[in-house]
């Protein structure tokens, strides 16, 4: 009885999608000065999306105090292209700010995976 409820448990988890594929993690970023203020960011993103239930939607681009500065969002699940990359043109920056945060977003766990912190050029 412990060995077929064992074998049971492990056909279930090979072949069902996991329920939570965790949190969308930034994992790269290029960054480029387009013109005064103006930014090109070339962002790389990681999330085991499992479809339209659970995926990568979005990132943004925000200073420290959470000014949101750009959004690009994701129009559909990557589930056979992770990593991947997209980029968001024209984000336009004020001249004080240095650094910017890029944060990623999913459709369960909303916010929480990793960030990158990028000095600006």
Same mark, same amino acid.
């Given at each position: 009885m412990k060995n077929g409820f064992l074998l049971i448990v492990l056909l279930l988890f090979f072949l069902?999608?996991?329920? !939570?594929?965790?949190?969308?993690?930034?994992?790269?970023?290029?960054? *480029?000065?387009?013109?005064? =203020?103006?930014?090109? !960011?070339?962002?790389? @993103?990681?999330?085991?999306?499992?479809?339209?239930?659970?995926?990568?939607?979005?990132?943004? @681009?925000?200073?420290?105090?959470?000014?949101? !500065?750009?959004? *690009?969002?994701?129009?559909?699940?990557?589930? =056979?292209?992770?990593?991947?990359t997209r980029s968001l043109s024209d984000v336009e920056i004020p001249k004080n700010i240095t650094s910017v945060i890029i944060r990623a977003h999913d459709s369960v766990h909303q916010y929480g995976g990793k960030v990158a912190n990028v000095q600006l050029p």
């Open positions: 069902i999608p996991p329920i !939570f594929a965790g949190e969308a993690d930034v994992i790269g970023v290029k960054v *480029r000065k387009m013109g005064e =203020n103006l930014y090109q !960011f070339d962002v790389t @993103v990681s999330h085991e999306d499992t479809g339209w239930d659970h995926y990568a939607d979005k990132w943004e @681009v925000l200073d420290d105090k959470g000014e949101i !500065f750009g959004t *690009r969002i994701l129009h559909h699940p990557h589930v =056979n292209e992770q990593p991947f």
